[in-house]
């Protein structure tokens, strides 16, 4: 399926206030030196992986984040759940800012906000049964005694597709799609209200890939979920997404809906993903790519537009604007200073 065949409902006015709200988030990572910059006494080396971040998730939503590898899609989701403690900014969540807490605040807020990983073995212990991980996880958040910790992971076991047989199992006698499965199942013990789902579909064969984003679908629904669904995969996410963002460098580049933004693409970045989706028929020409060359060094950002590098639209004035989010349309947001100069020239 091409992302940009799909067309999918808005999510009604009633369910559009945020449960979650990013506003400026910032982090970065010291990079060790080598003995010769230590010798030469050379600064430590900051590689900035989100720089800037501001976005909303809204009740009952699903917002999906692409990008290539290397944008920071993976440390935002990090950063969210508090795996990462962010440099700057905040992380809204039923008006507690998480990123600043510590301690048993912190762990109360981590049972309302949930990852579910792309190796489900790092949320899962290999010494212990599918069903004692479970009832320990819904223990330990208190929502399961220890008497009825058995019945517990049964229950969320069925939610998640799988036979009650499945709790005497370890994960290494389970099946790829089997281990996501149970990692969801362990993200839902502990009462989640967004699950944060960082390439959780990935790793899987195409056919298990479409069952487990079709369970993800149905426990939005039933449980009244919000997930923030990361992958690098566009036709996941078109199938997927309420509404996407399009990260680049540490940044968003472009966020809206996501029939609009497939449809027509305001950030030439965004435009270029979307042109470089594999083709299915093979009789179809595909446009040139729009993005060429490497992603530039997060340790070496260019100044002002961070993708001037790239840019088939680069004007001299790049180098110093450092572009910010501006609207394109209703509910659509472009960070592109030259952007109605692209849109021209890709009308043309």
């Given amino acids: 399926m091409h992302p940009?065949?799909?067309?999918?409902?808005?999510?009604?006015?009633?369910?559009?206030?945020?449960?979650?709200?990013?506003?400026?988030?910032?982090?970065?990572?010291?990079?060790?030196?080598?003995?010769?910059?230590?010798?030469?006494?050379?600064?430590?080396?900051?590689?900035?992986?989100?720089?800037?971040?501001?976005?909303?998730?809204?009740?009952?939503?699903?917002?999906?984040?692409?990008g290539e590898s290397g944008s920071g899609k993976s440390t935002l989701a990090r950063c969210i759940v508090r795996l990462h403690r962010p440099d700057a900014g905040q992380?809204?969540?039923?008006?507690?800012?998480?990123?600043?807490?510590?301690?048993?605040?912190?762990?109360?807020?981590?049972?309302r906000i949930q990852m579910?990983?792309?190796?489900?073995?790092?949320?899962?212990?290999?010494?212990?049964?599918?069903?004692?991980?479970?009832?320990?996880?819904?223990?330990?958040?208190?929502?399961?005694?220890?008497?009825?910790?058995?019945?517990?992971?049964?229950?969320?076991?069925?939610?998640?597709?799988?036979?009650a047989t499945v709790a005497h199992r370890r994960p290494r006698e389970l099946s790829g799609g089997q281990r996501q499965r149970v990692a969801i199942a362990r993200a839902l013990a502990v009462g989640p209200q967004v699950i944060v789902a960082d390439e959780a579909t990935s790793g899987l064969d195409v056919s298990i890939q479409a069952q487990i984003l079709a369970l993800f679908e149905d426990l939005r629904r039933e449980l009244h979920l919000s997930i923030l669904f990361i992958s690098h995969q566009l036709s996941v996410v078109s199938h997927m997404s309420d509404r996407v963002a399009v990260m680049y460098l540490g940044r968003v580049v472009e966020i809206g809906p996501t029939e609009t933004v497939f449809r027509?693409?305001?950030?030439?970045y965004t435009k270029g993903l979307l042109d470089s989706h594999p083709e299915p028929d093979p009789r179809r020409k595909r446009p040139k790519p729009a993005v060429e060359g490497e992603l530039p060094s997060p340790l070496a950002i260019p100044s002002g537009c961070r993708f001037r590098t790239r840019c088939p639209f680069v004007q001299p004035s790049c180098a110093a604007v450092d572009p910010t989010l501006e609207p394109a349309a209703a509910d659509h947001l472009v960070a592109c200073p030259v952007r109605p100069l692209s849109s021209r020239r890709r009308a043309g």
């Fill in 116 to 163: 579910v990983f792309q190796d489900p073995f790092t949320s899962l212990n290999p010494l212990l049964s599918v069903g004692s991980a479970l009832a320990e996880a819904g223990r330990v958040h208190g929502r399961t005694s220890k008497r009825d910790g058995s019945a517990f992971a049964v229950r969320l076991l069925d939610l998640v597709g799988l036979p």
């Fill in 91 to 111: 992380i809204l969540f039923g008006g507690l800012d998480v990123a600043g807490l510590e301690g048993n605040p912190l762990r109360a807020a981590r049972g």
């Fill in 264 to 268: 027509d693409p305001q950030h030439p």
């Fill in 4 to 66: 940009r065949a799909r067309s999918r409902p808005r999510w009604p006015r009633e369910v559009s206030d945020p449960i979650l709200s990013v506003r400026g988030l910032e982090k970065s990572f010291r990079i060790g030196r080598t003995p010769l910059e230590l010798a030469r006494r050379t600064p430590p080396h900051r590689l900035v992986a989100v720089d800037g971040v501001s976005f909303d998730l809204a009740f009952g939503e699903t917002l999906g984040i692409v």
